[in-house]
């Protein structure tokens, strides 16, 4: 199978290509390296620096021959999507519409999509599954809300077929350390929290240790990303053999507190990692846990990287590797 991974330089991006070129599926890459990095890149496929915004040059890319698309390239910064609206409307609409519509005009009928939990909002009830109402919170999940609408149209007037993949809390490297590239500026906990470790940042802000949990502070379920990577290969096999649309969460079903992951961390990685406990972020909500029982049950997916020891350790390889020199 010929799959054109677009957003394949960045992180998720990166771990999915890798896979699926362990598995002997014939990959190229399509990225604008605005996040993602070269250092996420493999010499055994090819890869192509262009704008999803630039839709002739998509369309051209588009008509070497694909079966398939995977498409991870977006904005994903939650709390900066309610600052910057139009930037999320620009990159995650326009930029998916246009895949698509490239997608359709050059023929290739299955198309795997990096979706999100945000798209649920504030939990109704836990563990999520996918019946749960879908209200999001912040423009970010508005955006792939949108997308999964949009794919459902496509599906019945265009005969595409889709899987939308609802990742929970993605996190950790290749077990292997392949993935080189660190993300620039990371907002999301546990890049933070490596960061602080690498000396890269003073500290940790807490956002809120005030909430119904056991300890007060967040619970999230965090999902390796090999294991969201084998998903997709999953996702892609189940599109080819029985060609109807599908969306699941992806998740490990386990809850993790903000202050559980800096204790392990401290322990793993060995540095102290000072944090501060300040107000809550606008807009988190307590905890958030998936079921991924239908991933199970459609797809024979189970985590199998995704215990908080394998996440924070393999995180810590690849950022003790990058930054060495600042380590002491
Ligand atoms: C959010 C989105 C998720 C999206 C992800 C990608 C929601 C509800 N979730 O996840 O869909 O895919 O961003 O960026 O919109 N925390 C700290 N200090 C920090 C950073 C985080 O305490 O410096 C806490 C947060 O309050 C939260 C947990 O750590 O409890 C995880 O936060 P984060 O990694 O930012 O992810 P989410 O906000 O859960």
Not at 50 to 71: N, Q, T
Not at 113 to 124: D, H, Q, T
Not at 245 to 262: C, D, K, P, T, Y
Request: aromatic share 10%; net charge neutral; hydrophobic share 40%.
């Amino acid at each position: 199978m010929n799959v054109l991974v677009i957003g394949g330089a960045g992180y998720i991006g990166s771990h999915v290509a890798r896979y699926f070129a362990d598995r002997g599926l014939k990959i190229d890459v399509l990225d604008n390296l605005s996040t993602g990095t070269k250092d996420n890149l493999f010499p055994d496929y090819s890869f192509f620096e262009e704008d999803i915004l630039d839709y002739k040059a998509v369309a051209a890319i588009m008509r070497r021959g694909y079966d398939a698309v995977v498409h991870l390239a977006a904005a994903k910064a939650a709390g900066e999507s309610m600052l910057k609206p139009e930037k999320y409307a620009v990159q995650n609409l326009t930029g998916t519409i246009n895949i698509l519509n490239a997608a359709c005009e050059a023929g290739i009928k299955k198309f795997v999509f990096s979706s999100s939990a945000a798209i649920y909002g504030e939990p109704k009830y836990l563990p999520i599954d996918e019946a749960h109402p879908k209200e999001p919170a912040n423009f970010y999940g508005f955006t792939k809300l949108e997308i999964e609408r949009m794919l459902e149209w496509y599906d019945r007037l265009k005969g595409l077929k889709f899987a939308a993949l609802r990742y929970f809390n993605a996190a950790g490297y290749d077990p292997e350390g392949r993935v080189r590239g660190l993300e620039k500026n990371p907002a999301n906990l546990v890049p933070v929290i490596m960061e602080v470790a690498a000396g890269l940042r003073p500290h940790l802000d807490v956002f809120g240790t005030d909430y119904p949990t056991p300890d007060g502070s967040g619970v999230r379920d965090y999902i390796h990303v090999t294991d969201l990577a084998d998903a997709h290969y999953r996702a892609l096999l189940q599109l080819d053999a029985h060609a109807e649309s599908f969306a699941v969460n992806l998740g490990s079903e386990r809850g993790l507190s903000v202050l559980e992951i800096l204790e392990a961390a401290r322990r793993i990685t060995g540095r102290p990692i000072p944090a501060h406990i300040t107000g809550r972020r606008p807009g988190d909500p307590a905890t958030l846990v998936a079921s991924s029982a239908a991933a199970r049950k459609l797809l024979g997916w189970q985590a199998k990287f995704s215990d908080m020891e394998t996440i924070i350790a393999t995180s810590w390889r690849a950022y003790a590797q990058h930054h060495s020199h600042s380590i002491h």
